[in-house]
């Protein structure tokens, strides 16, 4: 299973990065790790401008980015046009790793967008009850809350239920002043 460390939850200095750790950036030129890193672009569930998006994705190319976190996506059929352009747009300027992240399953549409999909975001409490409908083996799975001793046990469940990608870790999410967590 791939690792991949939200903003909120970046890697402790100490612990060796592979092939399948990726670093998700929160804003171009705040370059912490020479690893592998996805640019976060936050598309506010499907409400920011594509202008404005736009200008993200050719911010993080210049910045050199292996790829894009596009993170608060919609996850209904409304929101796949843009999003789509988007992905085919990031592509054309050499971005082809995309992770969707609405942190819901998705409409079908979305799957044929060719991106990795982060299908669960949320906390420990939610994911131990989390029915896991509408998701595939190999979707995303980011778990955060996780009381330390259970950190084996959130990854070993994340594996059980498919998960091709994520992270179980015991930070919080992030909050930022503009910013309320949305209940999901």
């Known amino acids: 299973m791939k690792t991949l460390f ?70 209904g059929s409304g929101g796949v046009g843009p999003v789509a352009l988007t992905v085919r747009l990031a592509a ?20 044929d967008l060719g991106v990795r999909i982060c299908t669960f975001e949320g906390p420990w409490t939610a994911y131990q009850s989390w029915d896991g409908e509408g998701v595939r083996p190999g979707d995303g799975h980011i778990v955060y809350g996780v009381p330390a001793p259970l950190l084996t046990a959130a990854r070993r469940l994340m594996g059980r239920r498919g998960a091709g990608f994520g992270l179980a870790t015991d930070a919080g999410p992030r909050v930022d002043a503009g910013q309320a967590a949305v209940p999901r």
């Open 6 to 75: 939200p903003p909120y939850a970046h890697p402790s200095p100490e612990l060796e990065l592979d092939a399948d750790t990726w670093i998700v950036r929160e804003q171009p030129g705040d370059r912490r790790t020479l690893h592998q890193s996805l640019g976060r672009i936050d598309l506010d569930w499907g409400s920011r401008s594509l202008a404005d998006v736009l200008a993200d994705v050719d911010a993080w190319r210049a910045d050199g980015v292996e790829g894009l976190f596009l993170d608060r996506a919609p996850a």
């Open 92 to 111: 054309r300027r050499g971005l082809h790793r995309v992770v969707l992240n609405p942190g819901v399953p998705t409409h079908p549409l979305y799957r």
